[in-house]
Nanobody, 118 residues
Framework: QVQLVESGGGLVQAGGSLRLSCAAS????????MGWFRQAPGKEREFVAR???????YYTDSVKGRFTISRDNAKNTVYLEMTSLKPEDTAVYYC????????????WGQGTQVTVSS
């Protein structure tokens, strides 16, 4: 069982920055692929970013050049650095773990709210 705890959300003005963190339990974190997703009010959850165990990174088009996913295996933590934030980035952000690197996320955090004011 893997437990994920997100932190770092908050209220920020458009153009500002936030860094989200996701702390994971378990000894096998370094071999997991990890992802960030978000869900805005009235919308479906959408993929934001992914980082593989080897460090390959993937982003949805709307955040390319603005968001950066990274991981610190020594701290069992994955990060999402968000810059040039826009009001449309407002959502609950979730991290998720893909233990088998199959692009199937078996474990999810509780989410952290990000609100970007215009």
């Amino acid at each position: 069982q893997v437990q994920l705890v997100e932190s770092g959300g908050g209220l920020v003005q458009a153009g500002g920055s936030l860094r989200l963190s996701c702390a994971a339990s378990g000894r096998a974190f370094s071999v997991y692929a990890m992802g960030w997703f978000r869900q805005a009010p009235g919308k479906e959850r959408e993929f934001v970013a992914r980082i593989t165990y080897s460090g390959l990174k993937y982003y949805t088009d709307s955040v390319k050049g603005r968001f950066t996913i990274s991981r610190d295996n020594a701290k069992n933590t994955v990060y999402l650095e968000m810059t040039s934030l826009k009001p449309e980035d407002t959502a609950v952000y979730y991290c998720a773990a893909d233990p088998s690197s199959s692009v199937r996320y078996d474990y999810w955090g509780q989410g952290t709210q990000v609100t970007v004011s215009s």
